[in-house]
Nanobody, 112 residues
Framework: VQLVESGGGLVQPGGSLRLSCIASGFTFSDNWMHWVRQAPGKGLEWVSTIRTGNGGTNSADSVKGRFTISRDNAKNMLYLQMNSLKSEDTALYYC??????WGQGTQVTVSS
């Protein structure tokens, strides 16, 4: 299994970023996928999940209405569109498979 996240960066409050994760080594389309994050000094926090099949989604209350998770099974890609970013969204973001596999993460810093 390999997961490689990208797309993080420094953004001002209220700004947007789109995170990507390219997956390999497993049948991507057969698996629920997740985004999780870890803020400085804190544990892992679940952010969003996208299911197989109809691709239904769930998100944490803290990001609901601002973040959108999506997937492209043809490309083995997972995405997280993040809008209206807040300082409390600052964290290292990981794509997650089965709460067992993660990539190296991509840093998102929201600051003016």
């Amino acid at each position: 299994v390999q997961l490689v996240e990208s797309g993080g960066g420094l953004v001002q409050p209220g700004g947007s970023l789109r995170l990507s994760c390219i997956a390999s080594g497993f049948t991507f389309s057969d698996n629920w996928m997740h985004w999780v994050r870890q803020a400085p000094g804190k544990g892992l926090e679940w952010v969003s999940t996208i299911r197989t099949g109809n691709g239904g989604t769930n998100s944490a209350d803290s990001v609901k209405g601002r973040f959108t998770i999506s997937r492209d099974n043809a490309k083995n890609m997972l995405y997280l569109q993040m809008n209206s970013l807040k300082s409390e969204d600052t964290a290292l973001y990981y794509c997650d498979l089965r709460q067992k596999y993660w990539g190296q993460g991509t840093q998102v810093t929201v600051s003016s």
